[in-house]
């Protein structure tokens, strides 16, 4: 869909400062500098930082933007309004504030009556204050202000009165940009899209009277409307959409919807949906082809695995399992696809498992770069092969490397890489350190020539997969390049005991790719190594396949 330059929306990222408020996720400096040049990348106009003055990390992380801007993005620090019954110009916070050097600032203030005398403890008339003598010191400071309405959607609907005056207040003391916040995540979008049609009316109709009555109209900046939304109804994404239906301007939200309790909004969701679906303007369609780089990216910065069944963005997100799917959209993608999956920098795929057809094989082969059609001799061996061992427990659509080697084999193609003649495995168990230590032999033949080779680990898995690395990294180097990055482990079927089979998962990489090999057994020794060696088989394929390329 393309895209209407009057139809403007200004995207806020607060993945630094929301989307940290999540349990389990901490970054440090380095962390956030790297989001942060991520996020200019990407094209997003202000991005939150942290609070400055409330730890030593945003502080630091302020000046280190200093000697190292960012390229487009205005980088913003946020703080709350002044403590009641002080003066602004004598708040250390907001020193602090100024002392981080940008253009823009974020202030938060109270909304609902309810947190004003219950939470602060003082009266409604010092809360207006509070936000009024704080954006008139920073406007007089030379900054720029973004007013966050917290609680304002819990407020309106028990005060509106008051919450308007709220709003009121910081659009008259200069706030350029007046963002209603969802903070407790409770509101429906009917009653979203609603309040911010009242809004918009009434912020309009008080901003005309103001300024006719009162200043000149070079003393005020045209004050728009943003929207912030939490994820606790799992409306967040919906309730800026309608938001923006009904004349929010802003977008706040979160890379990959990360923040406190359930989350924030999630601009990953938000971009496509505002830019694919409704023709907004958010950023240029190149940086639209990086969203899902940049999603996955912060996963990896924030060490969170990845949502593979996200919008957009996921692995999963234009995976296609079933075999009528497969053959309805290799002929046709807008039968199961609602966008192209290439507009946001994802790619389609074609899932194997037990419920595959032949169109799953088929189309499997072409991204394996193997043509084969439906009368293929091999092909309905291969599918009858997968479905064969997924009855005993293999699982293919989680490891697609372990098929595209049993493709190869069916098909005579399987390069032998090295054999493992067999292994050993002994484990100690140090009392006193509370420590197993694990000791592997691995016995390997490669060209012809037997290697044998020792290594420990602080596991049997761990020890073989030192073992068998040192034992080929002479004849194989880049296999110094590999780690595993995963390894699970699944009993099939456990009413059997200690006798029950095991499927381990192993997921491995080399800094630019990742693959995943199965192995099943009922000794979860034998499973682990046939993934394991299935793994560094693969990412030889993959070596040597990129190295053929390159020479072509």
């Keep these: 869909m393309t895209t209407n330059p009057s139809l403007q929306l200004w995207l806020y990222d607060t993945t630094l400062r929301d989307g940290t ?9 380095e962390d956030k500098l790297r989001i942060a040049h991520k996020l200019d990348q990407l094209g997003i106009p202000f991005i939150e930082g942290g609070w400055p003055g409330a730890n030593p990390k945003d502080v630091q992380f302020f000046w280190e933007l200093q000697e190292n801007p960012l390229k487009q993005a205005e980088v ?12 602004a110009a004598d708040e250390p916070m907001l020193q602090a504030i100024l002392a981080a050097g940008t253009r823009w600032v974020t202030i938060f203030g109270k909304s609902w009556d309810l947190h004003v005398t219950a939470g602060l403890k003082t009266s409604l008339e010092e809360n207006l204050a509070m936000i009024g003598d704080t ?13 966050d309405a917290e609680h304002w959607f819990d407020g309106y609907k028990q005060n509106p009165d008051y919450a308007l005056q709220t709003l009121t207040t910081a659009m008259t003391s200069g706030a350029e940009w007046l963002v209603l916040c969802d903070t407790n995540g409770g509101t429906l979008p009917h009653e979203v899209s609603q309040i911010v049609k009242d809004v918009v009316k009434e912020i309009g109709n008080r901003e005309l009277l103001t300024r006719n009555e009162e200043k000149a109209l070079t003393q005020f900046p045209i004050t728009k409307i943003g929207i912030h939304t939490h994820n606790d109804s799992e409306m ?13 301007t802003m977008v706040q939200g979160t890379i990959n919807g990360y923040g406190e309790r359930c989350g ?25 082809n990086q969203l899902t780089e940049a999603s996955r990216f912060v996963s990896e910065v924030v060490n969170l695995a990845p949502d593979e069944h996200a919008p957009f963005v ?7 399992k079933g075999g009528i799917h497969v053959s309805a959209v290799e002929r046709n993608p807008l039968t199961y696809e609602h966008i192209q999956p290439e507009l946001v920098g994802n790619q389609r795929r074609i899932v194997i498992s037990e419920q595959s057809g032949l169109s799953n094989v088929l189309a499997k082969a072409r991204t394996c770069g193997i043509e084969l059609d439906k009368d293929h001799p091999q092909a309905r061996q291969i599918l009858q092969r997968m479905k064969e061992l997924e009855s005993q427990g293999y699982q293919f659509e989680a490891a697609e490397a372990s098929f595209a080697l049993l493709m190869y084999e069916a098909l005579g193609l399987r390069q032998l890489f090295f054999e493992v003649k067999g292994f050993q495995v002994h484990c100690d168990l140090v009392e006193v350190k509370e420590t197993t230590n694990s000791l592997a032999t691995v016995k390997v033949a490669v060209n012809g020539k037997n290697i044998l080779e020792a290594a420990e680990g602080n596991g049997p898995v761990a020890a073989l997969d030192a073992a068998l690395r040192k034992a080929l990294v002479n004849f194989y180097p880049q296999i110094a390049d590999f780690e595993l990055t995963d390894y699970k482990v699944r009993i099939l079927n456990g009413h059997t ?15 630019q790719q990742r693959w995943t090999t199965v192995g099943v057994s009922t000794n979860i020794l034998e499973a682990s190594y046939q993934a394991v060696v299935e793994g560094l088989e693969y990412g030889l394929l993959l070596h040597f396949q990129a190295e053929k390329a390159l020479k072509v």
């Design 76 to 87: 913003v620090p946020f703080c709350s309004t002044r403590r009641p019954h002080t003066i």
């Design 236 to 248: 967040a994404v919906a309730n800026a959409l309608a938001a923006v239906m009904a004349g929010a």
């Design 21 to 29: 408020q999540r349990e389990g996720l901490s970054v440090s400096i």
């Design 497 to 511: 005991g200690t006798a029950a089979k095991t499927r381990a998962l192993v997921e491995s990489g080399n800094g």
């Design 135 to 147: 954006i008139e010191y920073l406007r007089s400071q030379g900054r720029r202000v973004i007013y």
């Design 264 to 288: 924030n909004a999630n601009l990953c969701s938000l971009i496509p949906n505002l830019q694919l679906k409704l023709g907004y303007s958010c950023i240029g369609e190149h940086q639209l």
């Design 314 to 320: 996921g692995l999963s997100a234009f995976a296609h």
